[in-house]
């Protein structure tokens, strides 16, 4: 089967995909770089603080605690590990899925979507997006809850002095919905490849 | 017990006709209009489908009837069924 033509729009996408692949790698070796063998790593990060009721006007009353963002001084040599493991993770799950939907963009920019490489690759970008941003999340979680440790209480325990709890991140329930509609582009996909399979073999 | 591929039913008798007409697949691809590539696809059982108008310039360039280049093996189950 012939390849079509290279749309414009297909260009952009491969390019643009490049272009924050490279970002993103690059990112991630500055910080790690500079981790190594810059000075110490400034620490910051959010957490959930309670408000002070006595600051309110008489009548209101806060539903939630307070995000607020936090800064260490001096921080810790485990203390920046726990900081670059938090901003390293997630960024390892950006470009494992650039660097997939690089791929599907290079076979669309060259004219030839539908081969079984493609099937793949969504496939592991719907995992990377329900499995791999769950395990983020939790993670993230849990290297905030590490950093707040020496600062405040455990969140499991019950509260009957303020603390610093870590910031109550959203569930990335957006992210877990691209991961299905990954999946379904991968049948949709595989589906193609069949079609294209058929059509090959029509004499 | 399901029954086989439609694909791996169909003969394609492509060889004998050729030798019975002592033409090569070369002569027989530039006589139809096919190339020599997707003759053999067809030639090895590779195809899986055949258009129409490919297999009425198949049967004039070859001076045959369909049922000359194409035979279909009987379904495993009917075969043991009256066995």
Known sequence: MEPLSPSYAATVAHRLTTFLLVAAIGVGVFMTADAVIGGPRHVAFDASAPLDFKLLPRGLYPTSEQRTGMVVEDPTAREQRLALAADLVPLLLLVAVLWLLRGVARSVRDGDPFVRENVRRLRAIGVLLIVGVLAVHYVGEALQSALLDPYGRSPFEPVSVPGLLPADDEFPEVQLLCGLGAFVLAQVFAHGVQLREDVEATI | ?83
Do not use: Y
Not at chain 2, 30 to 56: C, E, P, Q
């Open chain 2, 1 to 83: 017990m399901p029954p086989e591929p439609s694909d791996d039913r169909i003969g394609v008798h492509l060889d004998r006709l050729l030798e019975r007409r002592g033409m090569t697949l070369t002569e027989l691809a530039d006589r139809v209009g096919l190339t020599v590539v997707n003759l053999s696809i067809l030639k090895n059982g590779r195809a899986r489908a055949i258009r129409f108008s490919t297999l009425a310039a198949l049967c004039d360039a070859l001076d045959c009837q369909p049922g000359e280049l194409l035979t279909c093996k009987p379904a495993a189950d009917s075969r043991n069924r009256a066995g």
